[in-house]
């Protein structure tokens, strides 16, 4: 399906805006003030199909609707399965709650010991800054917080979770996250980082945002320049289909690497979006191009009125054994389901392991043949008699 990634292909340009003036284009702040956010506005650009207006209709009930003009312009307004309009165009199936599914899917609500602050694991944590993005994900795991459509109330402040975050000595890795942190004002974000770096324990910051792939306007000099002074920043950014890469993104994470801050990517595995080889493949090597290391495949989380977009995780496991081997190893994710209720993630691997026994381990490579490798070293100290005698290499 996607035969050729090269540059050539990827999305340029102002599209349905080429009359604005590419000051006001390449201002984020005018990205985020003409954002798409109603039905009219929708209409006004595509048909909406049925289902995608009454899903329109109830958003803003469940997780508000926004899409930049920038990412507009990557749906296809003829095909309502565009991969793109389908992550950000809400649908019916967002009002249907199955039974298995849950507002809070992954329980971070039992690990907060502060507002903002979710702490699972022993040596690093979730700080979550602000509520608002750029544009919303149909799917978003915290939904019920996000975007405060369903009266969440949530008020980040910073100085409780600082105050933690000072006070708890194992914490070396701070993951900001939201929301999406680089909503935040550049003199916030000097404030927030500058204050976790003069923490001694913490070693590192880690931001996860969708803006690069939304807004990558916001991704200039002046944010640069903070990611420089308050290093090691580490980015995780969120692309799950290869028409997201376009040349503005590719732009945007040049200066973020050139800026120091390495990139990774977290996708989400998505039904009828990006849960085949093809379409994987193609992601992964545009990444690599971007100078961006695929990290995380997500298996979608349980939230609340997701079932139209969850694709079944044994997809996701034959993705991984399609491209291992098969393609740069730089490449490849780690699929992970996070433990519904709280158990943290997990990673959901194909079987290369047939058998460990006390004397090997036997296993199959990526194209399935069978190998062994042994356990016990076979050398003894007593030379074996009759073994043949090797003559010194020098006499
Ligand atoms: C994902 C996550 C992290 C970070 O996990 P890594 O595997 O280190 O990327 C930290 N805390 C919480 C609560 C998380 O969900
Ligand atoms: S960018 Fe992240 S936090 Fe925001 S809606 Fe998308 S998945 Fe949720």
């Known amino acids: 399906m996607y035969p050729n990634d090269s540059l050539e292909n990827w999305y340029k340009g102002q599209g349905l805006w080429s009359d604005v003036a590419p000051e006001d284009w390449n201002n984020w702040k005018w990205q985020l003030k003409n954002r798409i956010k109603s039905v009219e506005e929708i209409e006004a650009h595509l048909e909406l199909t049925p289902d995608e207006r009454a899903g329109c209709l109830f958003a803003n009930k469940k997780l508000a609707l926004a899409i930049t003009p920038y990412f507009f312009n990557l749906i296809d307004r003829e095909d309502p399965d565009c991969p793109i309009r389908r992550q950000v165009i809400p649908r019916s199936g967002e009002m249907k709650t199955s039974p298995e599914e849950l507002l809070d899917p992954v329980?971070?609500?039992?690990?907060?010991?502060?507002?903002?602050?979710?702490?699972?694991?022993?040596?690093?944590?979730?700080?979550?800054?602000?509520?608002?993005?750029?544009?919303?994900?149909?799917?978003?795991?915290?939904?019920?917080?996000?975007?405060?459509?369903?009266?969440?109330?949530?008020?980040?402040?910073?100085?409780?979770?600082?105050e933690y975050i000072r006070n708890t000595p194992q914490i070396r890795d701070v993951l900001l996250s939201g929301g999406d942190p680089l909503l935040l004002s550049n003199r916030k974000l000097d404030y927030l980082l500058g204050e976790l770096r003069k923490i001694p324990h913490v070693e590192f910051v880690r931001i996860g945002s969708r803006i690069p792939v939304f807004l990558p306007q916001r991704i200039d000099?002046?944010?640069?320049?903070?990611?420089?002074?308050?290093?090691?920043?580490?980015?995780?950014?969120?692309?799950?289909?290869?028409?997201?890469?376009?040349?503005?993104?590719?732009?945007?994470?040049?200066?973020?690497?050139?800026?120091?801050?390495?990139?990774?990517?977290?996708?989400?595995?998505?039904?009828?979006?990006?849960?085949?080889?093809?379409?994987?493949?193609?992601?992964?090597h545009r990444l690599l191009m971007m100078r961006v290391r695929p990290y995380y495949l997500y298996q979608c989380d349980l939230i609340t009125g997701s079932a139209h977009l969850r694709a079944d995780p044994r997809k996701g496991i034959e993705i991984i054994k399609s491209l291992r081997g098969h393609t740069t190893g730089y490449s490849i994710p780690q699929f992970v389901i996070d433990a519904p209720g709280g158990g943290g993630?997990?990673?959901?691997?194909?079987?290369?392991?047939?058998?460990?026994?006390?004397?090997?381990?036997?296993?199959?490579?990526?194209?399935?043949e069978e190998y062994s490798y042994p356990l016990v070293a076979t050398a003894s100290d007593t030379p074996d008699p009759k073994a043949p005698r090797l003559e010194p290499i020098l006499s």
């Open 345 to 368: 993630k997990v990673p959901i691997n194909p079987e290369y392991v047939k058998k460990v026994t006390d004397e090997a381990i036997i296993m199959r490579n990526f194209s399935g």
């Open 221 to 284: 000099e002046d944010l640069c320049e903070i990611f420089k002074k308050h290093g090691p920043i580490w980015m995780s950014i969120h692309v799950n289909h290869p028409r997201e890469c376009t040349h503005a993104l590719r732009e945007a994470c040049e200066r973020l690497s050139f800026a120091g801050v390495p990139i990774g990517n977290q996708s989400v595995l998505l039904k009828g979006i990006n849960d085949d080889s093809d379409t994987m493949k193609s992601l992964i």
């Open 107 to 162: 329980g971070e609500e039992n690990t907060k010991p502060v507002d903002g602050i979710v702490h699972r694991y022993p040596d690093r944590v979730l700080f979550l800054v602000t509520d608002r993005c750029a544009a919303y994900c149909r799917y978003c795991t915290r939904s019920r917080l996000v975007s405060n459509a369903q009266d969440y109330n949530f008020h980040p402040e910073f100085e409780s979770g600082l």
